[in-house]
């Protein structure tokens, strides 16, 4: 029988084609992908039914051995602890990126959902109004983004940002000693760098029989289909200037700290040293 997973998804993190991967181990009446969020405000809105999601997850647990989406730990932490009541072991997995390059990611990726597809962001029932507005509506710059897309990595895993919402309120020193301390309770933590050595590991802790990993949702193969501000096109770390990696980087210092926290980790995990699971 395969073990039943949780998957916590990082947005721009290999995540859909790591759901598309694992998904292949399980039927599909047995795979649930949600992007469900704990929080929100009235005017954000997320799709994907997910205050059915927060709202039955005592029904979804008991019917799914595959549970994946863009929550926070402690929506993982709850579907884990449903799973303990039902099944002898369970495995709950998260991927890590480095920060300066998952935003930029995330940024072109937005961008390019908005005006590269049909439909733009308006077709992504699972993203806020916020980030509608902002790249729809005041067509945001990524300099304006950084200051408002902060330590997600460690919002996350402290259980402070639900994904894609805009959470305000900085995180802080509490924050990334919480999100370690729950990075620990995972049962494996694999590095976006270091996806193929992640993917094998994975795979043989789980009993897969298939590492074929497919690859998914890449930004650069969104086609284009509109033109968007020139200052918003295809943004690259080799291009910025200075002062904006430094800002970059300073609005992202605590994502830092937990994303070498995260590959000290998988440093262990490849040595066959789970030691460090609390």
Known sequence: MTKPIIFLHIPKSAGTSLCDY???FYDDEENYFKCAYKFGTPQDKGGYEN???????NEIASRYKFISGHFNFELAQEVSNLFKEKYFEHAMVTFLREPALRIISCYNFLVKINYYIDGGIAKYSHLPESIYYLFTI?????????EIYDNIQTK???SKNPMWFLYKERANIDDLELAKINLRKFN???IFEEIEASIHILSKNMGYNNTTFPRSNITDDIIFKHEPPQYMQNIKFENLSNNTRNKLMLFNELDYELYYFAKNIFKMIKQDDYSWRL
Do not use: H, M, P
């Open 188 to 190: 494996f933590i694999g």
């Open 138 to 146: 005041k067509k945001i710059s990524f300099e304006e983004f950084i």
């Open 51 to 57: 205050v059915t999601f927060t709202n039955n997850l």
């Open 156 to 158: 996350t895993f402290a």
């Open 22 to 24: 694992l998904g292949q």
